[in-house]
């Protein structure tokens, strides 16, 4: 059992991938019976961990409510905390292109979350407690979206909803599950912009999903 997994043992939550098929899914404070604006509006209310307090604003996602994709980052950084939305600036013109490069955008058919809401100070990666916090949050977008694959960006996002600790090398190229839904794992825009070498093996995990998605 992972540290992750452990905090939401404590919590009385179950990690993404033993979601099942079908069921609704029972968290504290009744997220899996949300709609898409009463979740909304729980998530920007919502105190159920530190991170709250510096927040400007919730990051609860972006694109399209049904989308047969959905991509899942980490956490939201200093621009998404601004203007209320994932993956803007540097990484959101980035993973635009990555998205575009297999003909999708996040106004046509995809979803954009991350595993929290809130933006951690500095920029550093969430906690396990802040994801454990976010995470019936992000159950119910999965059951509200039904996506018909889930894209997990970087290793945060991956070991979160993979409930794993392995490394990106050993999770790429491969059909994960979450659910009943398969997920594929890729590299993180921001981590691209930092390592621009690693950009091809990305391309490699895009067309990859691509392959996945016309087989379903």
Not at 64 to 79: C, M, Q, T, V
Not at 177 to 185: F, Q
Not at 192 to 203: H, Q, T, Y
């Amino acid at each position: 059992m992972n540290r992750m997994d452990a905090v939401m043992e404590e919590m009385g939550l179950h990690p993404l991938w033993r979601l099942k098929p079908g069921k609704a899914n029972e968290f504290p404070d009744e997220p899996a019976a949300m709609g898409w604006e009463e979740m909304k509006s729980a998530i920007e209310s919502c105190t159920a961990c530190p991170l709250h307090k510096g927040r400007n604003r919730t990051v609860v996602g972006v694109g399209s409510e049904k989308a047969d994709w959905l991509f899942i980052g980490e956490a939201p950084g200093a621009e998404e905390d601004l203007k209320g939305e994932p993956f803007v600036g540097q990484a959101g013109k980035l993973l635009d292109n990555m998205l575009a490069s297999i003909g999708l955008s996040r106004e046509n058919n995809v979803y954009i979350a991350n595993t929290v809401k809130c933006r951690p100070p500095a920029n550093r990666n969430p906690e396990p407690s802040e994801m454990a916090a976010c995470h019936p949050f992000l159950s119910r977008q999965i059951e509200l979206v039904g996506p018909k694959l889930i894209v997990l960006l970087g290793r945060i996002a991956a070991q979160s909803v993979l409930d794993s600790d392995a490394s990106i090398s050993s999770l790429r190229g491969k059909v994960h599950a979450c659910g009943n839904i398969p997920a594929i794992v890729t590299y993180h825009p921001a981590y691209l912009l930092r390592n621009p070498m690693d950009k091809s093996k990305a391309w490699e995990d895009l067309c990859f999903a691509r392959k996945v998605m016309t087989g379903l």
